[in-house]
Nanobody, 118 residues
């Protein structure tokens, strides 16, 4: 069992920056994909940034060039640096660890609210 806790959300003005953190209860050495998702009211949850097993990263088109996903060297931290935030980025952001392919191997944090004002 992997427990994940997000932090770093808050209220910022358009154009501002936030850095989200995800702390895992264990060191994640082997995985299928690490990622950050977000869910806005009335919208489906979407993957905004991911780190894959080979070390590559991928971003949703809506955040490409503005968001950066990274891992801490110790192996139990993950971050999402968000720059040039827009009101459309307002959502609850979730940390996700997929150890293997399959829903039973997914672990989720409780979410952290990000609100961007105009």
């Amino acid at each position: 069992q992997v427990q994940l806790v997000e932090s770093g959300g808050g209220l910022v003005q358009s154009g501002g920056s936030l850095r989200l953190s995800c702390a895992a209860s264990v060191r994640i050495i082997s995985f299928n994909r690490l990622g950050w998702y977000r869910q806005a009211p009335g919208k489906q949850r979407e993957l905004v940034a991911g780190i894959f097993s080979g070390g590559s990263t991928n971003y949703a088109d809506s955040v490409k060039g503005r968001f950066t996903i990274s891992r801490g060297n110790a192996g139990n931290m993950m971050y999402l640096q968000m720059n040039n935030l827009k009101p459309e980025d307002t959502a609850v952001y979730y940390c996700n660890v997929k150890l293997r392919v399959g829903a039973s191997y997914d672990y989720w944090g409780q979410g952290t609210q990000v609100t961007v004002s105009s």
